[in-house]
């Protein structure tokens, strides 16, 4: 098994397994309460992330940064070709009236020109404000007020549209460009007349602690918050992970490093993400969707050799694996894959940790024929090269990164938000240990407080929510960020997360209840789509929850069942329910009998952006669905 093999050859490198050394502190009971990671990357004292296209241009100008898409072919883009077309966008942006420190919004999915325009913004001297490509108007007219962006480059005509009805009452609306248009080309012709000399003198004025980018939070409670991040936040954040993933990766592997970008850009990470790439010359390509059936034919043609996605890309290609097996009639085949690879996963993990001694002959030959029928055909799905990927956004279920060790694929969990500069903590990739979200980012420190509050402090933590100075000190205490997660450290400093400290429930009984671990579970099985739990002030814990509609469609069609059956008939199907108490049970093994989930309702329908359940970075507004569903609520605590 090649990843097992690519581990044991690390491990010899002690220099490399040194690179992810913490520093822990106790309390006086002996329990560990603060990790520190010494920073890889020294802090930049000069200059700015609008650097790095020149840079390589510089250092290697024919080297392969990035891939286009074009008509299903993967064009190369130099260095040398990815600074000029930034050039000129940052003219075309400067003769629109742009001046240093002014914002440029842009509205859309995860494409090749997104980066252009990143970087052409801060060479031209100014702040990018991302935005949702599914943001509502509504959404669009706060976010464009409260930054004060004067111009706004969107997607399509709908994103426009969206635009223009939104800020249609603002005193000036925003100048807005169309990428299907040829936003970049129009801005190319635009500053046709603006020397390149222009663009090196305001990329030249910008430091390290020039504000870079204000990223707006999720808002799943109220208006969302600008983040204000530096150059020296993104600095610090791309720097130091690749310095402590980048030289792993060459040294067991021997490939040269590339990636699918499928993430939103609108999202930290996304952006965190395109900066290392470029940092380290690892070739990037984008791709708009991360639905399944989109992202599929774009991993296989542009394989990938890692991935960073969120819990929800590994679910469904489990997800889709099952339902694949179970048309073929080896759906029970399947489960019994799942069940040997997340015991062989584990057994190689413990060995490789040194407190185990391994897979026996047996496991290991069930091992061996599960890979020829089911685990070959995972890594076929993240395009056949992919050995290695980073989950982040919530906690991946610590079975299912288990079954993907044992299909070759090891995947590490980080953890951050958008005031962390995306991850603040990352399993180290020398010493995994699934069910953790890992160390320290280098440079950076994780305390929990006495409440049990994660509190992040480092060079990746912002610096202020824009115009919002009490919602900024409400955070923020002698530089630490208080970021309103529970959790824990273990013996050696890896950080565990156990829930949202203000979702904490209490039961009627004074049980206190955190649901975001029965709901992470509950979601990692089909046909779970969303879920809340519920129950506080309550005699016990209950939940609400959807029906996946790809899970709902195999469902149906296994059964040989219409597939516009009403939804009302398929939530109230025993069969139906016999199946979603199955992922009940899952959810509840994690749990006490006083934690867990004693009755659910199964919804028909789904929590969507459009509904307004959901937020545009997917996480569900708790008190929305609580709201929308009183009733269904209510009716679980009827006897």
């Known amino acids: 098994m090649g990843v097992r093999k690519d581990l044991?050859?690390?491990?010899?490198?002690?220099?490399?397994?040194?690179?992810?050394?913490?520093?822990?502190?106790?309390?006086?009971?002996?329990?560990?309460?603060?990790?520190?990671?010494?920073?890889?990357?020294?802090?930049?004292?000069?200059?700015?992330?609008?650097?790095?296209?020149f840079t390589n241009a510089a250092e290697a100008p024919d080297a392969v940064v990035l891939r286009r898409a074009e008509k299903g072919v993967w064009r190369p883009v130099t260095a040398a070709a990815f600074a000029r077309e930034v050039t000129d966008a940052a003219k075309g942006l400067i003769a629109a009236g742009l001046e240093p420190g002014g914002r440029v919004a842009v509205m859309s999915r995860t494409r090749y020109e997104w980066t252009v325009l990143d970087f052409a913004v801060w060479a031209a001297g100014g702040r990018t404000v991302p935005v949702y490509a599914t943001s509502s108007a509504e959404q669009v007219e706060w976010i464009v007020r409260d930054s004060g962006a004067r111009f706004v480059v969107v997607e399509t005509d709908q994103n426009a549209d969206t635009v223009t009805t939104g800020t249609a009452r603002h005193p000036e609306p925003p100048r807005v460009w169309r990428l299907d248009a040829d936003a970049l080309g129009e801005l190319t012709a635009l500053g046709r007349d603006i020397a390149d000399e222009e663009v090196a003198k305001r990329r030249a004025a910008l430091t390290p602690d020039t504000v870079a980018t204000l990223c707006y939070t999720s808002g799943t409670t109220g208006q969302p918050k600008g983040c204000v991040l530096t150059h020296a936040n993104?600095?610090?954040?791309?720097?130091?992970?690749?310095?402590?993933?980048?030289?792993?990766?060459?040294?067991?592997?021997?490939?040269?490093?590339?990636?699918?970008?499928?993430?939103?850009?609108?999202?930290?990470?996304?952006?965190?993400?395109?900066?290392?790439?470029?940092?380290?010359?690892?070739?990037?390509?984008?791709?708009?969707?991360?639905?399944p059936d989109e992202l599929r034919p774009a991993l296989r043609q542009f394989r990938p050799t890692f991935l960073v996605g969120v819990p929800?890309?590994?679910?469904?290609?489990?997800?889709?694996?099952?339902?694949?097996?179970?048309?073929?009639?080896?759906?029970?085949?399947?489960?019994?894959?799942?069940?040997?690879?997340?015991?062989?996963?584990?057994?190689?993990?413990?060995?490789?940790?040194?407190?185990?001694?391994?897979?026996?002959?047996?496991?290991?030959?069930?091992?061996?024929?599960?890979?020829?029928?089911?685990y070959r055909r995972i890594r076929k799905e993240l395009g056949g090269r992919a050995r290695y990927a980073i989950s982040g956004g919530s906690p991946l279920d610590r079975n299912l990164?288990?079954?993907?060790?044992?299909?070759?694929?090891?995947?590490?969990e980080g953890y951050g938000l958008t005031e962390t500069s995306a991850a603040a903590t990352i399993v180290p990739p020398l010493e995994p240990r699934p069910g953790t979200v890992g160390l320290p980012v280098p440079g950076t420190a994780v305390r929990i407080a006495d409440d049990g509050e994660v509190l992040i402090k480092g060079g990746i933590v912002f610096g202020s929510y824009?115009?919002?100075?009490?919602?900024?000190?409400?955070?923020?205490?002698?530089?630490?960020?208080?970021?309103?997660?529970?959790?824990?450290?273990?013996?050696?400093?890896?950080?565990?997360?156990?829930?949202?400290?203000?979702?904490?429930?209490v039961t009627s009984g004074g049980k206190n209840v955190s649901p975001?671990?029965?709901?992470?579970?509950?979601?990692?099985?089909?046909?779970?789509?969303?879920?809340?739990?519920?129950?506080?002030?309550?005699?016990?814990?209950?939940?609400?929850?959807?029906?996946?509609?790809?899970?709902?469609?195999?469902?149906?069609?296994?059964?040989?069942?219409?597939?516009?059956?009403?939804?009302?008939?398929?939530?109230?199907?025993?069969?139906?329910r016999a199946d979603v108490q199955k992922a009940v049970d899952y959810a509840n093994a994690a749990v006490s009998r006083a934690e867990s989930i004693r009755r659910f309702a199964l919804v028909a329908g789904e929590f969507t952006e459009d509904n307004g359940l959901l937020t545009p970075s997917l996480k569900v507004k708790r008190h929305a669905v609580t709201t929308a569903y009183a009733a269904d609520i209510e009716e679980l605590y009827r006897s």
Request: overall charge neutral.
């Open 401 to 412: 990164n288990l079954f993907f060790y044992a299909a070759g694929i090891i995947v590490y």
């Open 312 to 374: 929800y890309l590994f679910e469904k290609i489990h997800d889709t694996g099952r339902a694949t097996a179970e048309k073929i009639g080896r759906g029970a085949s399947f489960d019994r894959a799942d069940r040997i690879g997340v015991r062989f996963g584990e057994a190689c993990l413990n060995k490789f940790l040194g407190v185990g001694k391994g897979p026996g002959p047996g496991l290991y030959a069930a091992w061996a024929l599960y890979d020829l029928l089911v």
């Open 466 to 505: 824009w115009n919002n100075p009490a919602a900024t000190d409400a955070v923020l205490t002698d530089s630490w960020f208080a970021t309103g997660d529970l959790g824990a450290l273990d013996e050696d400093g890896y950080l565990t997360i156990t829930g949202r400290k203000k979702d904490i429930l």
């Open 516 to 576: 975001a671990v029965l709901e992470d579970r509950l979601r990692s099985r089909s046909p779970v789509g969303q879920c809340v739990v519920v129950g506080d002030n309550r005699p016990y814990v209950a939940a609400l929850i959807t029906l996946d509609a790809e899970s709902l469609a195999h469902w149906l069609a296994v059964r040989k069942l219409p597939a516009d059956t009403p939804p009302s008939d398929v939530v109230t199907d025993p069969r139906m």
């Open 8 to 53: 044991k050859r690390a491990k010899r490198r002690a220099d490399l397994a040194d690179r992810s050394r913490v520093e822990l502190v106790r309390d006086e009971h002996g329990t560990v309460r603060e990790a520190r990671a010494a920073r890889l990357a020294p802090a930049p004292t000069t200059g700015s992330t609008a650097d790095l296209p």
């Open 234 to 291: 993104l600095h610090a954040e791309a720097a130091n992970t690749v310095e402590l993933l980048h030289p792993v990766f060459k040294e067991v592997t021997g490939q040269t490093a590339s990636t699918l970008l499928f993430l939103p850009l609108a999202h930290i990470l996304g952006r965190t993400l395109q900066i290392a790439c470029l940092m380290a010359r690892i070739e990037l390509g984008h791709c708009p969707s991360i639905k």
